[in-house]
C-alpha cells in the first residue's frame, strides 16, 4: 500500500481537494425592495440574467431597485366542473337528463344508495 492512509477520514463528508488557486465567478450584489419596507441584496453572477422581481421573506415580490414593475401575464381562468359538462352537453340535454332522473326518483323505482 501507498504512503497515503484513508483511515479515519470520513469518506463522502468532506472533500480531500483545497480550495488553493480556484477563482470564483465574477458576482454583482442586485438590490430589491418590497412595499413591506424590506431590503433584499442577492449576490448574482455577472453573466447572469437579473430578473426583475424577487420573492421576499414576508412573501411580497421585491422589486430590483433600477427597474420597472413588469405587466402581469394574462392567465386563463380556473376551469370549473361546470365549465366542462357545459362543453359536453347542451342545456337543453341537461334538463331532460333531469327530467328522466326526478321521474325515476318519483316512481320508487330507484333503487340505488341513499345517502346518510
Known sequence: MGERSMRGTRLGASSLESESGIQPAARQDITYHCKNGHSIVVPMAMEAEVPSLWECRCGEFALREDAE??????????????????????????????EERLALLRSGRFAGRRSA
Request: glycine share 0%; proline share 10%.
Open 69 to 98: 414593475r413588469p405587466e402581469p401575464k394574462a392567465t386563463k381562468p380556473a376551469r370549473t366542473h361546470w365549465d366542462m359538462l357545459m362543453e359536453r352537453r347542451t342545456t337543453a340535454e341537461l334538463e331532460t337528463l333531469l
